[in-house]
Every structure is written in C-alpha cells, then in structure tokens.
C-alpha cells in the first residue's frame, strides 16, 4: 500500500447523470481534517505514504478542512504527493480561480484533476477548466483533464485542445521530460453503469466501441494497494466504483480504531485476497460453477461493474461464505504458485 484516498464528501454541488455514488447536495457528512491527520498519522508511522488523493462528491466545498490536511501531511512527509479531484465549480472567474490555486499551492498541493466531460460539462461551465488551466499554467501546478466518454460522446480530447487552443499530451504518453516541462495533461476512461448511471440507460448502450472482455477478466490490480476512507470513516480495501450500500468493501471505521491495524485485517481477509488473485472474473466463475441458475450481464465496461453485480447478490454472497473452506484453500494453492514463479524468475535473472 502505498496511497490512499479520502472521499471527504459525498456531497456534491451538482448531480452528474452518470454517478457511480450518487453524490448530491443533499449530504451532509464530511471527513474533517483532525480524522484526516488521524488516519494519515497512523499509516504514516508503519509506511511510506507515496499519494493521498482528495475526492468525493466534490471535495472543495470542504476547502478548508483540506488545506488544513495538506498543509499538515506536506510538513511531516515533504514527499507524499498531494492531488485533489473536483469539478471546477469554484473557477468561474479567473480572478476567484487564481485566488483558490494560490491557496492550494501555499499549502503544498501537487496536482489538480478536474473530471470533464459531457456529464459535467451540463452543469460546470467551460470557462471554469479554462480559467484552471491558463491559471495552473502560470503558476507552474499541474493539471489533469480526466475525461470519462461513452459512445456518443460530443467531447474527447480534441474538443478541450479547441477549447484550450493548444494541445494537450495525454497521460499515457508523459515521459520523463514532458512531465517536468507541461503542466497540463489527459486522460481518458469509459463511464461504468453503476449507480445514478444504471438506472435510466441500457447496460449494453454503454459499452465502448473497441469492447474487449479483457476490459473486466483477470486479476484486480486495485485492490489491498489502493485504500478508500469514505466520509462516515469507513475503510475500503480498493478505488472501486461501487455503490456505497455494497458492505463486503465498506468496514471497519478507521476514525475509531487504528487504520493500519485494520488495513492488515483486509489483507488477511480471504475475499480481498481471492480478487486480488482472480479478479471479480474469477469468483463469477466459480459462482456459475455452485449455481448454473444464477444469471449475470453478459457483457461489462469494467471490472468495478462486476463487482457490483456480484456483492449486490444476497445468493452469490451465500455461496461465498458457505463454500469458504474450498476457497481458501485454492487461494493458498494460488499463492504457492504465485510464489514459485516469482522465486524462478528470480533465479533466471
Ligand atoms: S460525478 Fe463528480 S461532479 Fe458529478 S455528481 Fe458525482 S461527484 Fe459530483
Ligand atoms: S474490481 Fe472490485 S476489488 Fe477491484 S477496484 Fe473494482 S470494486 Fe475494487
């Protein structure tokens, strides 16, 4: 492990058609910064912490409580990379827009992704990522445009390079050189139908022009390397993209207990340690195999997706549980493997 993000808010100035979490303005509940410097201060002691991401909902309607955390995790671990992830609502002059970036550049911040797209652009105005990204040029701060399509989407890179009238590098081609040289980038990714999105569109209208399986099977890089504190405190073993109400990846409260304690509970656990291995494909497969009348999706956009059809299943969550057991010991076998391989490899170097 060596980043964590605080989803500081679920509440969110506007509501995307597409959120995974439903963010809305209705909530109320946010991570302060004392919880924020608890939960950093514990990990921090055991481990090098290489990236704290601050997201949500929309992150900077707590603006203090973050500058706060920054300034705080920036004084004790000058190292730690520091980005916030927001839609921009607060850039709508340039002036109030430099004010803010001054601001989060005083307190040590290292990075600024704005999420941008046709979801958010319905509601967040085009001048806003301008006003970010002439200002976070001056100042030298980089800038991520995030962009999410699907297939009928009006905007892509091209579009923001239009609009920003220079070009734009995307994140996938960043070396060494131009990431000391540019400061504003790219990045590109498939919306996933989980949450608000699932619910008025078609699953498969969803699914990107170039589809492959290999978007979903295999094993999940995420998990028990990226951890998640969501805003009542709860930790969660990965980044996914599901649902707040799916409790297999929403547990222990790391505001009340020690966070790398709890983190070390995750990595025993036998599910996390089984998606790690298989990946959500994976346990799909040995579901099918314990009940051939369980029906899923036949296609997905992402793995996060099959996460949600599966943990959302009250019979997939009993065959789990009841055939423990078996699972563990496949998985200790998988992990001999695991270990094996990496031992010849090693031995051919
Ligand atoms: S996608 Fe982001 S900006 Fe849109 S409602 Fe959700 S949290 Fe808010
Ligand atoms: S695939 Fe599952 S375990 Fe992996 S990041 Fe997504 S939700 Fe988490």
Known sequence: MNNISFIVTDKCNIRCDFCAPECDPKY?????????????????????????????????LFKNEIIETIKYIKKISPKTNLRIVTNGFW??????????????ISAGISELNISVDDF??????EKNIKNIVFNAREFGLRVLLAHKSYPNSKSDKEYYENLLGSEITHIRESTKDNLSKET????????????????????????????????????????????TVSP?????????????????FYGS????NDTAKEMEKYCNSFLYNWLALEGPSGILNFVKQKDSSLMFSKYFVQN????????SNETVLNIIYQNMDEISSKLSLARCLLDARRVTLLESI
């Open 28 to 60: 109320k509940e946010y991570l302060k910064s004392k919880d924020m410097i608890k939960i950093f201060s514990d990990l921090e002691s055991q481990m090098e912490i290489s990236l704290v991401v601050f997201t949500g909902g929309e992150p900077m």
């Open 232 to 248: 009542d405190g709860s930790l969660m073993p990965c980044c996914g993209l599901v649902s707040r109400d799916l409790g297999v």
């Open 304 to 311: 996060c997706q099959v996460c949600q059809e599966l943990f």
């Open 91 to 104: 850039a709508s002059s340039f002036k109030s827009s430099k004010i803010t970036i001054t601001e989060l």
């Open 184 to 227: 504003i980038f790219f990045s590109s990714g498939y919306t996933v139908p989980i949450g608000r999105g699932s619910k008025n569109i078609n699953k498969e209208e969803w699914l990107p022009k170039n589809y492959t399986d290999q978007r979903w099977k295999g094993p999940c890089n995420e998990v028990l390397k990226s951890y």
């Open 253 to 256: 409260n790391v505001i009340e």
């Open 120 to 125: 958010h652009q319905k509601y967040i105005s």
